[in-house]
């Protein structure tokens, strides 16, 4: 047996009926050429010879002694967790969403282990889609993207790559594996793991002053509790609504460069502008700005298992009606929050992160403080491949993240680059944020609102 992490394992107890705690990907294939009609059941039949999983999607989770531990299912069944589906008539890119915000709305089986594909066809103009969704406990947004990518080839011509549950994992060179019946080894780690956070308190304790101080005198500073009442920051439901968008990634580069900014700047930036517009639309606009919580990677490997990540919080400015003047707001606070953590080290930088978030989590699990809000919406950006990619000679057109919604934060934004383009994913409660899919217009307005400006000096404060 292999104990999951404490983070690992805060995804479980996160999880509820109205909040389930899974990431997945929607990928969209045409036809490789000369596939005749019987092409996807065909793919399909293949699909499901390969019955025995690798890790980690031939493990089930076991609960002992309050600590959770990942097993192999001995009685795993592929019917379970792969499924061959057809959109109705007339197969439209809508429908494709519908189905998708449908199934990612609900709970996966905690006997069984915790995945699903399901394998789409009926979209019109020879294409089929895959629905990949995975338990966070399982693998962060990195972990997945590099699994996805390894499913598939550059080649068109290659054929015989195995679907994503039956490639051979990739794990850390050094591992942190306990073993379920050995409690000296289990005792020997928590007690090197209290050592290392103990010894992180100085640093965290002159960090965090720092933060509060400063935030009182420079806009880019967030600090605790900035984050303003907003609709994306009730309680939501199990209801889904997935909404996907493509932008040409050339079109951000050039914004960048006109002002010095990186591209995940002009991103998030994009997205503060499409959540300004859509609150507006809604009379619903807090006047001071909303905060993002922006996962960063610290991953050090190339693993494929666990989370190994920490968070910004970034000012989208949307308190700012100008497109540039937001863009640098956007820009300072991320620059301030990196300049924070290259002082640190990693154990420093995800303990900095847990404490300044712990108050939020806390109200995520109990709901008892809402003015405990760190953070209204989640935007995360995962590097993917910059060329074409085929499964078996299915080219891939578009990857579309879809993420996870919480108590308190109805909206996740997650944004993955292919090829020449940027893939947005918006996933939310359906019930609480009305006509979300109206964002993916705020979104394209937002970039094009960056396009069409000047670059201007930014105001240096002292």
Request: hydrophobic content about 40%; charged content about 25%.
């Amino acid at each position: 047996m292999k104990a999951l992490s404490p983070v690992d394992q805060m995804f479980l107890w996160l999880e509820k009926r109205t909040q389930p705690m899974h990431v997945g990907g929607l990928m969209i294939f045409s036809f490789p050429e000369g596939a005749g009609p019987g092409y996807i059941t065909r793919l399909a039949e293949e699909m499901r010879s390969y019955r025995e999983p690798k890790p980690p999607f031939n493990l089930r989770l076991r609960l002992r002694f309050g600590q959770y531990y990942w097993e192999e299912d001995q009685h795993f069944d592929l019917d379970h967790h792969f499924q061959h589906e057809a959109l109705p008539k007339p197969g439209r890119i809508r429908e494709l969403l519908s189905l998708v915000s449908a199934n990612h709305g609900t709970l996966m089986d905690r006997e069984r282990p915790l995945w699903e594909s399901h394998l789409i066809e009926g979209i019109r103009g020879k294409r089929f889609a895959f629905y990949h969704k995975a338990h966070h406990s399982m693998v962060d947004g990195i972990a997945a993207m590099r699994m996805m990518l390894r499913s598939q080839d550059y080649d068109p011509a290659k054929r015989g790559k195995p679907p994503i549950w039956a490639i051979n994992p990739k794990l850390a060179q050094r591992s942190e594996m306990l073993t379920g019946g050995d409690l000296i080894h289990s005792i020997r780690h928590l007690a090197g793991d209290a050592g290392k956070q103990i010894a992180t308190v100085p640093k965290l304790a002159t960090e965090l002053t720092r933060t509060l101080v400063k935030a009182r005198k420079h806009e880019d500073m967030v600090s605790l509790f900035q984050a303003p009442n907003s609709i994306l920051n009730q309680r939501i439901t199990g209801s889904r609504r997935f909404a996907a968008q493509s932008i040409q990634l050339s079109r951000i580069k050039v914004i960048a460069k006109r002002n010095r900014a990186t591209l995940n700047d002009v991103l998030v930036a994009a997205c503060g502008s499409a959540l300004r517009h859509y609150l507006l639309s809604q009379n619903a606009l807090p006047d001071r700005p909303l905060i993002a919580m922006v996962p960063m990677s610290i991953r050090k490997d190339d693993s494929e298992s666990g989370n190994q990540i920490a968070m910004i919080l970034a000012n989208l400015g949307t308190d700012i009606a100008d497109p540039i003047d937001r863009l640098q707001r956007v820009k300072g606070s991320i620059d301030e929050a990196k300049s924070r953590f290259s002082r640190m080290t990693p154990e420093e930088v995800l303990n900095y992160t847990a404490l300044t978030l712990a108050p939020s989590g806390l109200n995520i699990l109990t709901g008892l403080a809402p003015q405990w809000q760190a953070f209204n919406v989640v935007i995360s950006n995962v590097p993917g491949p910059e060329k074409a990619m085929y499964w078996n000679g299915a080219m891939l057109e578009g990857i579309y993240p879809v993420s996870i919604p919480v108590d308190h934060v109805a909206l996740n934004i997650t944004m993955l680059s292919y090829r020449d383009q940027v893939e947005f994913g918006f996933t939310a409660c359906r019930r609480t944020l009305p006509s979300m899919q109206r964002l993916l217009d705020y979104l394209e307005a937002g970039v094009t609102e960056l396009e069409g400006t000047g670059v201007r000096k930014r105001r240096v404060q002292s």
